[in-house]
Every structure is written in structure tokens, then in C-alpha cells.
């Protein structure tokens, strides 16, 4: 059984800074895409940044291009994303993804089969 769990959530004023980590176990993590997701009040889950299984190609939202950086460790069987100029906005609960198909060529929530429970993230103003 695949299971994440995200960790590194917080409180940050504005133009802070967080790092967000996932560990993934039970599963072949070296074969999986991963991304992360955020959810705020009200509003639809959304895709923040994404990465291949092999770390070469990653994407990320417009909103946070720039800010955000995904990467991952496959001898640790993790994700990271770290947060850097953080915004209001960027308030949400973050979810980590795994997609089991090793070339994924779409990053659409339906396309990930895995999903951690999320960690709060607040920026205040």
C-alpha cells in the first residue's frame, strides 16, 4: 500500500520562507511522478508544481513560478518543495501526489493515484 505524508507546514509572514517535504512508502517511488497540490477555502484544488520520476522535468503554476521549487530524492523516497517569497495567497493546505505512471505526459488531478492528507500552510499579511 502507498502511502505519503507531508510534513514542514506552518505559519509565515509574508516574504518568508518554507520548505514542504513528502515521504512515500509502499510503493516503487523511483517510478512515480509526484506533485503538489493546494486547496484554500472556497476554492478548487489546484496543481502547484509537478516532477517527472526522473527529477529532469518538472512544471509548475504560473502563480508560483519562480517562488517554488519541487525536487526529489529518490534514494530517500521524497519530495520536497520549497517555498521562497510566500504570499497571502499562497495559503492553503498543501496535498503531496504520486502518479504511478512512470512517463506521465499530463498533470491533471485525475491522473494522480496517490494522495498524503495535506499540511496547513498560512501566510499572513
Known amino acids: 500500500q502507498v502511502q505519503l505524508v507531508e510534513s514542514g507546514g506552518g505559519l509565515v509572514q509574508a516574504g518568508g520562507c518554507l520548505s514542504l517535504?513528502?515521504?512515500?512508502?509502499?510503493?516503487?517511488?523511483?517510478?512515480?511522478?509526484m506533485g503538489w497540490f493546494r486547496q484554500a477555502p472556497g476554492k478548487e484544488r489546484e496543481l502547484v508544481a509537478a516532477i517527472t520520476w526522473s527529477g529532469i522535468s518538472t512544471y509548475y503554476a504560473d502563480s508560483v513560478k519562480g517562488r517554488f521549487t519541487i525536487s526529489r530524492d529518490n534514494a530517500k523516497n521524497t519530495v520536497t518543495l520549497q517555498m521562497n517569497s510566500l504570499k497571502p495567497e499562497d495559503t492553503a493546505v498543501y496535498y503531496c501526489?504520486?502518479?504511478?505512471?512512470?512517463?506521465?505526459?499530463?498533470?491533471?488531478?485525475?491522473?494522480?493515484?496517490?494522495w498524503g492528507q495535506g499540511t496547513q500552510v498560512t501566510v499572513s499579511s
Open positions: 517535504s513528502c515521504a512515500v512508502s509502499g510503493g516503487t517511488f523511483n517510478n512515480y511522478g
Open positions: 501526489a504520486a502518479d504511478s505512471r512512470k512517463y506521465a505526459t499530463s498533470w491533471y488531478r485525475s491522473d494522480f493515484d496517490f
